[in-house]
């Protein structure tokens, strides 16, 4: 156990998270309180129900992080935080948290954008990385394509101009029928299906864009399972999920590779909730053979939010001389800052 010791805190969404990590890579403790089971009966997470439950749950988890690390609050050299984007009730819980042990111990406060976290996870677990490094980062509420040229500094290449990766998932998901959280379900399913079977669109906009759009490819898979409802026709849910899953994968890993390309890189970081997908990652892994690349993607368990890749980032920023001060607010739409 080596380096400074950053308590990592995350509340954005559905998931209270401690951890404690040393160095800004070696997790000495990574404790998440998922709220599952809670929403699953609302088929999607209900804010003002993941504010209550984070605030019954945060001091438990807090506790439970420095007995999992064996520490004292004196072995803590730093607080760091998600302030946004998030659920505004949700984020208010972690920061508000993250101040008051600040100022109790009278240690540096630092406040992380999430996607920054999940872009930090990936060192967690990967020693070889070097920088600049290409990063795709794809949740239920972002799908960015960007270059990481150090530590804090980012350059962006694309987006999505609507719907995000994970949120077409989910839509999809609710469409068929099948339980929340959506994209587990549609992986799922989508091993017993053809993904040849229906042929839903692929959105590659106008050439040379490393932008991504999935609305289009959502109202498809709709509009398919309505029509086939209308003619009393039999919807199999395996081929949808399967055929709707591949089309995602397509434009990501079309795009992803095209950014390589395009920057002269070869290795990409994957992050984000959609970074557990088993299959997007072997058909990233297939192509990077192909290429050359080398692909870089946390454990399913680091894909998630986690306290662990808020510590990772906020080690980083400290090591930056950053120190948010107590006056340090949630942010719900917090702006991702690029070259």
């Known amino acids: 156990m080596s380096g400074e010791k950053v308590l990592g805190i995350e509340t954005s ?99 992380i954008h999430h996607l920054m976290g999940h872009i930090y996870a990936v060192f967690l677990e990967n020693k070889g990385i070097k920088l600049p490094l290409l990063c795709l980062v794809v949740s239920g509420g972002h799908t960015s394509l960007l270059v990481l040229e150090g530590y804090g500094r980012m350059r962006l290449l694309g987006q999505t101009r609507d719907d995000a990766a994970g949120e077409a998932f989910d839509k999809v998901a609710r469409a068929l029928g099948l339980s929340y ?91 984000g909730g959609v970074a557990a997908n088993g299959s997007l990652t072997s058909a990233l892994r297939k192509r990077a053979v192909v290429e050359g690349a080398e692909i870089f993607n946390p454990s399913p368990i680091l894909c998630t939010d986690n306290g662990a890749m808020i510590a990772c980032a906020g080690y980083h920023a400290l090591k930056g001389g950053q120190d948010a001060g107590l006056d340090l607010n949630a942010v719900p739409n917090l702006p991702l800052n690029y070259l």
């Open 181 to 271: 959280p959506g994209g587990p379900e549609i992986e799922r399913i989508a091993r017993e299906g053809n993904a040849g079977a229906i042929q839903f669109p692929r959105a590659w906009l106008e050439g040379g864009s490393l932008d991504f759009s999935f609305s289009g490819l959502k109202s498809a898979v709709l509009n398919y399972i309505n029509r086939a409802g209308q003619k009393g026709e039999e919807v199999i849910q395996e081929d949808v999920a399967a055929s709707f899953q591949q089309a995602v994968i397509d434009v990501l890993v079309g795009k992803a590779f095209a950014a390589l390309k395009d920057t002269g890189l070869n290795q990409l970081a994957v992050v």
């Open 13 to 111: 969404c559905d998931e209270t998270s401690v951890a404690v990590v040393a160095g800004g890579e070696e997790i000495l403790a990574n404790i998440i309180s998922s709220q599952i089971k809670t929403h699953k009966r609302y088929g999607g997470v209900v804010p003002e129900i993941a504010s209550r439950k984070h605030v019954e749950n945060i001091a438990v988890v807090v506790e439970q992080a420095l007995t999992e690390a064996a520490l004292s609050w004196e072995d803590i050299n730093a607080v760091a935080v998600t302030q946004g984007p998030g659920l505004v009730g949700a984020l208010l819980v972690g920061v508000s948290t993250a101040k008051a042990i600040a100022y109790s111990l009278k240690k540096p406060l630092l406040g």
